[in-house]
């Protein structure tokens, strides 16, 4: 199918094609430190999208256990799994782009922090003991009858209910344009007129949106960083009212086409705490078909338990791990002792699981050690990058010269194909989703000698055919056809080992057998096909070609 | 036109004993000093800490080794990393006495707090820290370990595939020639031995393989042109058809290797090093140690290949340059058709 110039041309610009769709920058979204209010934000970047190790780009790596040297811990599974979830509470704490965090086999955590340089600090988020609270909310709505009076503090002080920038924007769109006007000349004006003024739009409540139930508001996540800053100013927090707390959930919703984070008024006194709560259990109701995470308290817990639910009876408990509300906080329709139950509707089961995750992992703080740290500082991650792609450079160049100054013109046409192999290299590293890796530029470099001697085989085939008198037409293809077998063994043979290496070894060795093997399958496509495909077209443009430049 | 080696008709065989000489010369003094004092293990392997520390203007070894003794760290290698100003403090786990989990990463911050007192604060930054526990480490003992053994076994069952087992047998006993002298090169030169390095040895197996299977092809592919030869005379025929081949090949991927030593930098540096020692190495014994092995081999258990063996020299009677027989079809001819 693939014996015409034409097609084989085709399949090639398909590839060309594809390989250059890959390596096309892509918009990825990345969170980043918000400069002016110190939170972290997300944003769209373009980039190439090829992963860089933690080696290239500099961070941490931690890989973590349950700490079982001061007694046993009855089920490290379950407790990694606790880590996990308490971790992922705290993402945002971390300051880097991407963090990853993931169980790997049935006791370890693996933390990956790119980008991240103080490892003291990344250690302490990650160590810290969970904490569990069940608070209830605000159920008098004591925040939202404040909010005038907070507004009015903050217009006193100047701050305008449009924040700057794409926030100013952002407001303008809800409320319409005229609301950044309103907001101008109420700064100036004396203070006993803006009493009156209190329905118009402040600069705290125009964040706010009535939530479902007392005390839940929700704020627009992309003003989360201004409502935060907000809420953090002396003069603001002088007025929220005593035995009132907020606290921010951990999830985003959607409605409407725009995510909206939670903002929950508590009380300040939780009704009881992780120390107090024993186990907890998703399952699914067979008969109502309903999630519900059954969970128990001990004796004393129970006893405090259901003297608070007592009174607190159709009220909102929400459920803080961190200071951070754990999904929608359940309504209480009863007392409740020693043995509760959270129902949580037709949600699926699995969002019950990760509720009875939330609950143990108060109840039982997994402690964990650091079992391997790593850390690579940024600059010599670009001194890594910068040392290979030099080398690279070098090696390439001196490959170049060796097969034109030996092979000229077929030389020539392998260095050609060289080039596409270098992209159909990267391009898979991108398509496949590799990580590139310091032993993995190593790998590339080392491979783009390895790859061209393929070339090698068949020009040296082609260079005996002639030899024996053969004709140009005829030395051409009897030398590709010779010198099969012995680059299908030559590559078959180093990519078993690399696909073992791959198999067997930890990141940076995976980033080497897998740019070796990505690389062997590429020179096959281009020392075999593209440069066949070259002599095909150059025999058939001079068909009377009597001696071959090899 | 250049050629290199064309047409060469050199008598590789006949300086097998020559070879034998070199290759022991080589391997047996490293190995001695391997098994008495065995090989630098990463930390990695070990269990233990390596920070890397570069400071604006070189401070030498001796200034860090007192800061680390100030703070009570007397079991730390430190050494020049690369660059006068850039230095590696290693301790290891198996040094401390200490083996729980956690130590490490200890240590790691201990090293740091005796340089920020020593050094002072501002005075040196840190390039990248690692601390392995003993478990990590036991268990990438274990990886190495498979990923060793996983490839021999793999590449065996390539070989009783593609080969007869007195080819099998004689390559097999090549490549493992190879990794002999590679730890020698690795003790002489006292590389550290990480999990890339052994990654670098395990490619050098695949690579050294391949150059014997491409000779062993050619002897297979003379053994059927030339009838009239014996193995001798067609062992010496293969390696020189291949010369030029070998030559070539080897000179592009040690252009690579030796750039990645010269310029990738301290860290991948054993790794390149290993690599450019595997070609050095994997070609030697694909002419000298391979090809006689098979007379060897043939010798001991005649198969049909055999002719000759015996003699271990050549006849005489025919010259080396057979005249030229009609070409057979070669030993993957058919298989190749299929896959252009």
Same mark, same amino acid.
């Given at each position: 199918?693939?014996?015409?110039?034409?097609?084989?041309?085709? *399949?090639?610009?398909?590839?060309?094609? =594809?390989?250059?769709?890959?390596?096309?920058?892509?918009?990825?979204?990345?969170?980043?430190?918000?400069?002016?209010?110190?939170?972290? @934000?997300?944003?769209?970047?373009?980039?190439?999208?090829?992963?860089?190790?933690?080696?290239?780009?500099?961070?941490?790596? =931690? *890989?973590?256990?349950?700490?079982?040297?001061?007694?046993?811990?009855?089920?490290?599974?379950?407790?990694?799994?606790?880590?996990?979830?308490?971790?992922?509470?705290?993402?945002?704490?971390?300051?880097?782009?991407?963090?990853?965090?993931?169980?790997?086999?049935?006791?370890?955590?693996?933390? $990956?922090? %790119?980008?991240?340089?103080?490892?003291?600090?990344?250690?302490?988020?990650?160590?810290?003991?969970?904490?569990?609270?069940?608070?209830?909310?605000?159920?008098?709505?004591?925040?939202?009858?404040?909010?005038?009076?907070?507004?009015?503090?903050?217009?006193?002080?100047?701050? @305008?209910?449009?924040?700057?920038?794409?926030?100013?924007?952002?407001?303008?769109?809800?409320?319409?344009?005229?609301?950044?006007?309103?907001?101008?000349? %109420?700064?100036?004006?004396?203070?006993?007129?803006?009493?009156?003024?209190?329905?118009?739009?402040?600069?705290?409540?125009?964040?706010?949106?009535?939530?479902?139930?007392?005390?839940?508001?929700?704020?627009?996540?992309?003003? !989360?960083?201004?409502?935060?800053?907000?809420?953090?100013?002396?003069?603001?927090?002088?007025?929220?009212?005593?035995?009132?707390?907020?606290?921010?959930?951990?999830?985003?919703?959607?409605?409407?086409?725009?995510?909206?984070?939670?903002?929950?008024? !508590?009380?300040?006194?939780?009704?009881?705490?992780?120390? $107090?709560?024993?186990?907890?259990?998703?399952?699914?109701?067979?008969?109502?078909?309903?999630?519900?995470?059954?969970?128990?308290?001990?004796?004393?817990?129970?006893?405090?338990?259901?003297?608070?639910?007592?009174?607190?009876?159709?009220?909102?408990?929400?459920?803080? =791990?961190?200071?951070?509300?754990?999904?929608?906080?359940? !309504?209480?329709?009863?007392?409740?002792?020693?043995?509760?139950?959270?129902?949580?509707?037709?949600?699926?089961?699995?969002?019950?699981?990760? =509720?009875?995750?939330?609950?143990? %992992?108060?109840?039982?703080?997994?402690?964990?050690?650091?079992?391997?740290?790593?850390?690579?500082?940024?600059?010599?991650? @670009?001194?890594?990058?910068?040392?290979?792609?030099?080398?690279?450079?070098?090696?390439? !160049?001196?490959?170049?010269?060796?097969?034109?100054?030996?092979?000229?013109?077929?030389?020539?046409?392998?260095?050609?194909?060289?080039?596409?192999?270098?992209?159909?290299?990267?391009?898979?590293?991108?398509?496949?989703?590799?990580?590139?890796?310091?032993?993995?530029?190593?790998?590339?470099?080392?491979?783009?000698?390895?790859?061209?001697?393929?070339?090698?085989?068949?020009?040296?085939?082609?260079?005996?055919?002639?030899?024996?008198?053969?004709?140009?037409?005829?030395?051409?293809?009897?030398?590709?056809?010779?010198?099969?077998?012995?680059?299908?063994?030559?590559?078959?043979?180093?990519?078993?080992? %690399?696909?073992?290496?791959?198999?067997?070894?930890?990141?940076?060795?995976?980033?080497?057998?897998?740019?070796?093997?990505?690389?062997?399958?590429?020179?096959?496509?281009?020392?075999?096909?593209?440069?066949?495909?070259?002599?095909?077209?150059?025999?058939?443009?001079?068909?009377?070609?009597?001696?071959?430049?090899? | 036109?250049?050629?290199?080696? #064309?047409?060469?008709?050199?008598?590789?065989?006949?300086?097998?004993?020559?070879?034998?000489?070199?290759?022991?010369?080589?391997?047996?003094?490293?190995?001695?000093?391997?098994?008495?004092?065995?090989?630098?293990?990463?930390?990695?392997?070990?269990?233990?800490?390596?920070?890397?520390?570069?400071?604006?203007?070189?401070?030498?070894?001796?200034?860090?080794?007192?800061?680390?003794?100030?703070?009570?760290?007397?079991?730390? /290698?430190?050494?020049?990393?690369?660059?006068?100003? /850039?230095?590696?403090?290693?301790?290891?786990?198996?040094? +401390?006495?200490?083996?729980?989990?956690?130590?490490? /990463? #200890?240590?790691?911050?201990?090293?740091?707090?005796?340089? #920020?007192?020593?050094?002072?604060?501002?005075?040196?930054?840190?390039?990248?820290?690692?601390?392995?526990?003993?478990?990590?480490?036991?268990?990438?003992?274990?990886?190495?370990?498979?990923?060793?053994?996983?490839?021999?076994?793999?590449?065996?069952?390539?070989?009783?595939?593609?080969?007869?087992?007195?080819?099998?047998? #004689?390559?097999?006993?090549?490549?493992?020639?190879?990794?002999?002298?590679?730890?020698?090169?690795?003790?002489?030169?006292?590389?550290?031995?990480?999990?890339?390095?052994?990654?670098?040895?395990?490619?050098?197996?695949?690579?050294?393989?391949?150059?014997?299977?491409?000779?062993?092809?050619?002897?297979?592919?003379?053994?059927?042109?030339?009838?009239?030869?014996?193995?001798?005379?067609?062992?010496?025929?293969?390696?020189?058809?291949?010369?030029?081949?070998?030559?070539?090949?080897?000179? +592009?991927?040690?252009?690579?290797?030796?750039?990645?030593?010269?310029?990738?930098? /301290?860290?991948?540096?054993?790794?390149?090093?290993?690599?450019?020692?595997?070609?050095?190495?994997?070609?030697?014994?694909?002419?000298?140690?391979?090809?006689?092995?098979?007379?060897?081999?043939?010798?001991?258990?005649?198969?049909?290949?055999?002719?000759?063996?015996?003699?271990?020299?050549?006849?005489?009677?025919?010259?080396?340059?057979?005249?030229?027989?009609?070409?057979?079809?070669?030993?993957?001819?058919?298989?190749?058709?299929?896959?252009?």
């Amino acid at each position: 199918m693939l014996y015409t110039v034409r097609s084989r041309l085709i *399949a090639i610009g398909i590839l060309l094609v =594809l390989s250059v769709w890959a390596l096309i920058p892509t918009n990825a979204t990345q969170r980043v430190r918000d400069a002016a209010t110190g939170r972290m @934000k997300d944003t769209t970047v373009r980039r190439v999208p090829i992963n860089l190790g933690l080696d290239l780009q500099g961070g941490i790596h =931690l *890989a973590l256990e349950v700490d079982q040297s001061k007694g046993p811990v009855p089920d490290p599974a379950d407790a990694i799994r606790r880590a996990e979830r308490v971790v992922r509470t705290r993402i945002d704490e971390f300051g880097v782009t991407e963090p990853v965090v993931q169980v790997v086999g049935n006791n370890r955590l693996i933390v $990956e922090l %790119a980008g991240e340089k103080d490892p003291a600090r990344a250690k302490g988020v990650i160590q810290r003991t969970a904490f569990l609270e069940f608070r209830i909310t605000d159920m008098k709505n004591l925040f939202r009858d404040a909010l005038p009076d907070v507004d009015k503090a903050l217009r006193q002080a100047g701050v @305008k209910p449009a924040g700057e920038g794409a926030a100013a924007a952002s407001v303008t769109q809800l409320f319409g344009a005229d609301t950044a006007r309103k907001g101008k000349p %109420a700064k100036g004006k004396p203070a006993p007129k803006d009493t009156s003024d209190a329905n118009a739009p402040g600069a705290l409540s125009s964040l706010l949106f009535q939530g479902q139930l007392p005390g839940e508001y929700l704020v627009p996540e992309e003003q !989360v960083p201004v409502a935060e800053s907000l809420l953090a100013r002396p003069d603001v927090r002088r007025l929220i009212p005593r035995g009132i707390e907020l606290r921010w959930g951990n999830e985003v919703s959607s409605r409407a086409a725009r995510s909206y984070r939670a903002l929950y008024a !508590v009380e300040d006194r939780p009704i009881i705490t992780g120390e $107090e709560l024993q186990d907890a259990r998703a399952t699914r109701d067979p008969l109502t078909n309903q999630s519900v995470v059954n969970f128990t308290l001990s004796r004393r817990g129970g006893r405090i338990f259901e003297r608070e639910t007592g009174r607190h009876v159709q009220d909102y408990m929400a459920i803080i =791990l961190d200071s951070r509300v754990q999904g929608q906080p359940p !309504v209480i329709k009863g007392q409740i002792g020693q043995h509760g139950l959270i129902e949580l509707g037709a949600k699926p089961l699995q969002e019950a699981q990760d =509720l009875a995750l939330v609950l143990k %992992a108060g109840a039982l703080p997994a402690p964990l050690t650091i079992i391997e740290e790593r850390t690579i500082g940024p600059s010599l991650g @670009k001194d890594s990058i910068n040392d290979g792609i030099r080398a690279g450079i070098v090696g390439v !160049v001196l490959v170049v010269l060796i097969m034109v100054v030996y092979y000229r013109w077929s030389g020539a046409l392998a260095v050609s194909a060289l080039t596409l192999y270098v992209l159909f290299t990267l391009a898979g590293l991108a398509a496949f989703g590799f990580t590139l890796t310091l032993p993995g530029l190593a790998g590339l470099v080392l491979s783009v000698g390895i790859a061209v001697d393929a070339n090698v085989l068949i020009f040296e085939r082609i260079r005996e055919e002639l030899q024996h008198g053969k004709l140009v037409r005829t030395a051409v293809d009897e030398g590709f056809t010779h010198a099969m077998s012995a680059i299908i063994d030559s590559n078959v043979s180093t990519a078993l080992t %690399a696909f073992i290496l791959y198999l067997v070894g930890t990141g940076p060795v995976q980033g080497f057998a897998i740019t070796l093997i990505i690389g062997i399958a590429a020179s096959m496509v281009t020392a075999i096909f593209v440069v066949r495909t070259f002599y095909m077209i150059w025999l058939q443009r001079r068909p009377d070609m009597a001696t071959l430049s090899v | 036109m250049i050629r290199l080696f #064309a047409n060469a008709k050199y008598d590789f065989i006949k300086w097998r004993r020559w070879a034998y000489g070199l290759t022991a010369l080589i391997i047996i003094p490293g190995f001695a000093l391997f098994l008495v004092r065995g090989l630098n293990y990463s930390i990695e392997f070990t269990g233990g800490t390596l920070i890397q520390v570069r400071t604006p203007t070189p401070v030498g070894t001796d200034r860090i080794r007192a800061a680390l003794d100030a703070a009570g760290i007397r079991d730390a /290698e430190i050494q020049e990393f690369g660059a006068p100003n /850039e230095y590696v403090v290693r301790t290891r786990l198996g040094a +401390t006495g200490t083996r729980a989990e956690g130590t490490s /990463e #200890a240590t790691a911050a201990a090293v740091d707090s005796a340089l #920020a007192h020593g050094l002072g604060a501002g005075q040196y930054s840190v390039g990248r820290t690692e601390a392995v526990g003993p478990k990590v480490g036991r268990e990438l003992q274990g990886k190495a370990f498979l990923a060793i053994f996983f490839s021999f076994i793999v590449t065996l069952i390539y070989l009783a595939f593609r080969f007869e087992w007195r080819f099998g047998l #004689a390559a097999v006993l090549a490549t493992f020639h190879d990794i002999l002298t590679t730890i020698a090169f690795i003790r002489y030169l006292d590389l550290e031995v990480s999990l890339v390095v052994v990654g670098a040895v395990l490619t050098m197996v695949g690579y050294s393989l391949n150059d014997t299977i491409i000779i062993f092809d050619r002897v297979r592919e003379n053994l059927r042109k030339y009838r009239r030869q014996n193995l001798y005379e067609i062992l010496n025929l293969s390696i020189n058809e291949t010369l030029p081949r070998s030559v070539l090949t080897h000179g +592009t991927t040690m252009a690579t290797t030796l750039a990645l030593v010269f310029l990738a930098g /301290e860290v991948l540096r054993p790794f390149a090093l290993v690599m450019t020692f595997a070609i050095f190495t994997g070609t030697f014994s694909s002419i000298y140690i391979a090809a006689p092995l098979l007379m060897y081999v043939e010798k001991r258990w005649p198969g049909q290949d055999a002719r000759g063996a015996r003699a271990f020299r050549p006849t005489g009677a025919v010259p080396l340059d057979a005249p030229k027989a009609p070409s057979p079809p070669a030993a993957g001819g058919s298989r190749s058709k299929a896959a252009v």
